[in-house]
C-alpha cells in the first residue's frame, strides 16, 4: 500500500466524524464496553494507542465490535506496525514519521497517518505521497494558529490535529478547512472508563459527534 492510497483511506476514516477518540485503556476487559459506546454515539474511528500493556489485547476486542474502525496509535517501530496489523487494527497513527515505521505500513498494508508539527516535515511527507497528516503535539507547538499559518502555503494537505485538544478549544482547529479532524482523549474519561460510565461517554461521544467542520460543510 502506497503512501498515497495509505491517505486515500486516512481521509476515508477522518471523514466519518468530527473526533478521533485517543484511547489509554489500562483493563482490556472494559475494552468493548468502551467501544460501544463511543460507535453509539457517533464516533466510530477509534485510536488505541499502544501506552499500555494491554493495548493489543484491547484492539482485538474493539475489532469485533460492530460499526467500529479500530487503529493503533504511538507506532514507533516496525515491530509496532505488525503487532497492531496482527491485532485487528485497520489504520495506523504515529508521533512522527521514519522510514522504518512508512516502510513497515507499506509491507503490512496499514494506512498510516503520520505525525508532523513543521513545514518541513509536512513537506517531507507530502513528497513521499502522504496528503493527509497528523499535526502533533498541537497546542504545545502553536495550537490552530500555527497550524492555519504552516498549511495556508500547503494545502493540498490535510489534518488531524491532536494534542491538547478539547471542547474549549476544538472549534479553532475544525473551523479550518484543511482540517478533517481532531483526536481527543475527552470523550472518555479515564474515571468513566475506569467505572464502565457507558451512558456518560456515549453522552460525551454524541456531543463530539454534532461538532462542524468547515471541511465538510452541512
Known amino acids: 500500500m502506497t503512501p498515497a492510497e495509505q491517505s ?13 477518540p485517543v484511547l489509554v485503556v489500562e483493563d482490556a476487559s472494559r475494552a468493548a464496553g468502551l467501544a460501544r459506546a463511543l460507535v453509539a454515539g457517533g464516533l466510530p474511528a477509534l485510536e488505541v494507542t499502544l501506552r ?9 476486542a474493539m475489532a469485533e465490535v460492530p460499526g467500529g474502525i479500530v487503529g493503533a496509535g504511538t507506532l514507533l517501530t516496525p515491530a509496532d506496525v505488525k503487532a497492531a496489523k496482527a491485532a485487528g487494527a485497520l489504520f495506523g497513527v504515529s508521533p512522527g514519521a521514519t522510514d522504518r515505521i512508512i516502510g513497515a505500513c507499506e509491507d503490512e498494508e496499514l494506512p498510516l497517518l503520520p505525525g508532523a508539527v513543521t513545514a518541513t516535515e509536512v513537506m517531507t511527507l507530502l513528497e513521499k505521497g502522504y496528503t493527509v497528516q497528523k499535526f502533533f503535539p498541537a497546542e504545545t507547538s502553536g495550537g490552530a494558529a500555527a497550524l492555519k499559518a504552516i498549511g495556508a502555503p500547503i494545502p493540498q494537505v490535510r489534518f488531524c490535529p491532536t494534542g491538547g485538544i478539547g471542547m474549549k478549544n476544538v472549534g479553532d482547529y475544525l473551523g479550518q478547512k484543511t482540517i478533517l479532524c481532531v483526536g481527543g482523549s475527552w470523550v472518555a474519561p479515564a474515571a468513566a472508563v475506569a467505572s464502565g460510565d457507558w451512558s456518560k461517554i456515549e453522552t460525551l461521544a454524541r456531543e463530539a459527534a454534532a461538532l462542524p467542520r468547515a471541511a465538510f460543510p452541512r
Open 52 to 60: 499500555t500493556p494491554s493495548a493489543l489485547d484491547v484492539i482485538r
Open 8 to 20: 486515500r483511506r486516512a481521509a476515508e476514516i477522518c471523514a466519518l466524524a468530527p473526533v478521533v
